[in-house]
T-cell receptor, first 116, second 111 residues
Framework: GAGVSQSPSNKVTEKGKDVELRCDPISGHTALYWYRQSLGQGLEFLIY????????KSGLPSDRFSAERTGGSVSTLTIQRTQQEDSAVYLCASSGPGQGLAGELFFGEGSRLTVL | KQEVTQIPAALSVPEGENLVLNCSFTDSAIYNLQWFRQDPGKGLTSLLLIQSSQREQTSGRLNASLDKSSGRSTLYIAASQPGDSATYLCAGMDSSYKLIFGSGTRLLVRP
C-alpha cells in the first residue's frame, strides 16, 4: 500500500477483554515498530521487528502485551486482560531496507484504544 | 539511557514569523535524528531526517540542524503560516535502532 495502514482506527472494550490491533506496513519495508501514546504523554516504544531477527521486546510494559509479525509483513499487537491504563493510541511505523538499519520511520494513523 | 527534551513545550506566534524549535539529547551516540509533525487525532508525519554524519537537512520552509557534540538539534520554520499549527516532535535513533521521542512542542500560528 501507499502508507502504513492500521486497524481498527478506534476500539472500545471492557476491562478484562483481549484486543488485537493490526498493522500493515509499507510494502517491502523490513523494519516494523509499535509505539504507545497515552493522553498528554510522549511516545513510548513497545516492540521492534527487523527482518528475520528476534524482535526487540524491551518496551513491552507487561506480559499481557505481545506482538507477532507474520511473513515479514503484517503485525498484530495483542493485549490480554485489558486494564484502564492500557487506554492509549497505539502507533505502528515501518522503515525501508534501502536506508540500512537507521532509516526514516513512516507512521500509520494509529489505533485508539479505550478500556472502560 | 537516551533522553530527549524539547523546548519550548508550547509556542504561539503571529503569521509570517520565523521560528526555531529546540531539541536536546543526552547521548550523542545516535544514528539519526528525525523531526515529525502531529496534527490532533492523527498519526505522525515525517518532516526531516538527519543522519549522524550530516549537519542539516532542508525541505521547503523547513531546515533542521544537528550538532552531535552538543547534543542539540533545531527545527527552523521560515515565514510561518496558520497551517503550520501542530505538535512538532523530535526523535533520536539509539544504538538499538529505536527512536526515542521528546514530548513535543505545540505550535500555534495566529492569522
Amino acid at each position: 500500500g501507499a502508507g502504513v495502514s492500521q486497524s481498527p482506527s478506534n476500539k472500545v472494550t471492557e476491562k478484562g477483554k483481549d484486543v488485537e490491533l493490526r498493522c500493515d506496513p509499507i510494502s517491502g519495508h523490513t523494519a516494523l515498530y509499535w509505539y504507545r501514546q497515552s493522553l498528554g504523554q510522549g511516545l513510548e516504544f513497545l516492540i521492534y521487528f527487523q527482518g528475520n531477527s528476534a524482535p526487540d521486546k524491551s518496551g513491552l510494559p507487561s506480559d499481557r502485551f505481545s506482538a507477532e509479525r507474520t511473513g515479514g509483513s503484517v503485525s498484530t499487537l495483542t493485549i490480554q486482560r485489558t486494564q484502564q491504563e492500557d487506554s492509549a493510541v497505539y502507533l505502528c511505523a515501518s522503515s525501508g531496507p534501502g536506508q540500512g538499519l537507521a532509516g526514516e520511520l513512516f507512521f500509520g494513523e494509529g489505533s485508539r484504544l479505550t478500556v472502560l | 539511557k537516551q533522553e530527549v527534551t524539547q523546548i519550548p513545550a508550547a509556542l504561539s506566534v503571529p503569521e509570517g514569523e520565523n521560528l526555531v524549535l529546540n531539541c536536546s539529547f543526552t547521548d550523542s551516540a545516535i544514528y539519526n535524528l528525525q523531526w515529525f509533525r502531529q496534527d490532533p487525532g492523527k498519526g505522525l508525519t515525517s518532516l526531516l531526517l538527519i543522519q549522524s554524519s550530516q549537519r542539516e537537512q532542508t525541505s521547503g520552509r523547513l531546515n533542521a540542524s544537528l550538532d552531535k557534540s552538543s547534543g542539540r538539534s533545531t527545527l527552523y520554520i521560515a515565514a510561518s503560516q496558520p497551517g503550520d499549527s501542530a505538535t512538532y516532535l523530535c526523535a533520536g535513533m539509539d544504538s538499538s535502532y529505536k527512536l526515542i521521542f521528546g514530548s513535543g512542542t505545540r505550535l500555534l500560528v495566529r492569522p
